[in-house]
């Protein structure tokens, strides 16, 4: 996590102004901790995309458990493709799996590989910082910009109960849930997640450019 926040923090002193953080699970902790420790970094919102500082732990393991399971990687798109409807049966697979070649890459050997380095699914690093929730319950807590938190309604991590305990550290903020989306918010239901961060983007910052 530190090596997260150290490069979000890089990145925002780069572009020398403020801006507005919209970070989905472990970007949405970094994004977190951005905002709201010590040296806090000026933000002119931030957007949380299905997690908080209490998740649910079955639940990160379910997701952990699906990166993890092909280590050997896929011969096909269309095999990839058929991994990813099996995890996520609430989703319709697509007739055309082209738009997951971004999600993977192509070794020498021919295979189709996730694009994450497999050493970040190392569970005990994994583990290390997102079990520890009152460090950021502290960051949400400090947060002075406008904040938003976006749940799937069928998260796998995010609980009502999650939901609740963020709202209690962090009373300000503003909540949606998005129907029938799972913790992947945007791949599941990208018109209403896209619409819901920016009607709140707009309004709260008094702009249109984000229309």
């Known amino acids: 996590m530190g090596s997260y926040v150290r490069d979000l923090r890089a990145v925002l002193a780069d572009l020398q102004r403020p801006a507005a953080l919209v970070g989905a699970s472990l970007g949405g902790l970094a994004a977190l901790l951005v905002a709201g420790e010590a040296p806090e970094v000026e ?30 990687g896929f011969a ?71 904040m938003l938190l976006v749940r799937g309604g069928i998260s796998e991590i995010v609980s009502e109960d999650g939901v609740r305990a963020f709202r209690r550290v962090a009373p300000g903020a503003e909540y949606v849930d998005v129907p029938n989306a799972s913790h992947m918010v945007a791949g599941d239901r990208n018109d209403i997640f896209t619409a819901a961060v920016v009607e709140f983007l707009s309004r709260r910052l008094g702009s249109t450019r984000y229309r």
């Open 43 to 72: 933000c002119t919102a931030v957007v949380l995309v299905d997690v908080t500082p209490r998740m649910d732990p079955d639940g990160r393991e379910k997701i952990a458990g699906f990166m993890r399971s092909r280590p050997d």
């Open 76 to 146: 096909s798109l269309e095999e990839a493709a058929d991994a990813v409807a099996a995890f996520l049966p609430h989703r319709p697979r697509p007739s055309d799996v082209s738009g997951l070649a971004k999600n993977l890459r192509l070794e020498p050997d021919g295979r189709y590989h996730w694009h994450w380095d497999p050493a970040f699914m190392d569970a005990s690093r994994l583990g290390q910082d997102v079990e520890r929730p009152e460090r950021f319950e502290r960051a949400a807590a400090a947060v002075t910009a406008p």
